[in-house]
């Protein structure tokens, strides 16, 4: 499911798909291929380099880019932090992992066998998903929810 959500994707801030390693599947792996981004991820970069607030703020506007782009077309991130973040060389950030991502309407993704568990990371994880049981509505994430952790990224970020 990952690798068919990500390869729809096409915006400047969500990190490219190449494609899949055809053998690694021989080997019942599956191992999905994207650029290298040798400047890391937004977290690691942020800490090591000393950005200026425009600079860090030129970050954050590409990941609230991307973030309104998956949003657009209805797929919630579930699982966006620093670390899921990616810088390329021409210093422009990138969303990557959507290992969690999911379609936020359930009938665009009726097909699917997949059953999305609540999974995330707790820093960045909004109150709602904290609290709720699997069988509430709040359980899984949402538009709102990728939201507030961009908030919590954009304070982290800001914080250093």
């Known amino acids: 499911q990952e ?3 990500w390869h729809s994707l096409d915006h400047p801030n969500v990190l490219p798909f190449i494609g899949i390693d055809s053998e690694m599947l021989s080997r019942n792996r599956v191992c ?3 650029p290298w981004m040798d ?3 937004l977290r690691a970069y942020v800490t090591k380099n000393s ?3 425009s600079d860090c703020d030129g970050l954050l506007l590409d990941v609230a880019a991307g973030l309104e782009y ?3 077309n209805g797929i919630v991130h579930g699982h966006l932090r620093g670390a ?3 810088i390329s060389d021409d210093w422009h950030a990138c969303i990557c992992d959507f290992g969690l991502a999911n379609f936020a309407d ?4 009726s097909n699917s066998s997949i059953v999305v568990d609540r999974v995330g990371s707790v820093p960045w994880m909004a109150p709602e998903l904290l609290r709720s049981s699997h069988d509430d509505v709040y359980s899984y994430p949402t538009f709102a929810s990728d939201v507030y952790a961009f908030g919590c990224v954009c304070h982290q970020e800001k914080s250093i």
């Open 84 to 86: 899921n973040i990616l």
């Open 70 to 72: 998956l949003h657009e």
């Open 51 to 53: 950005l200026s607030n």
């Open 39 to 41: 400047n890391g991820n």
């Open 32 to 34: 999905l291929v994207s």
């Open 106 to 109: 359930p009938l665009i993704d």
């Open 3 to 5: 690798a068919l959500l």
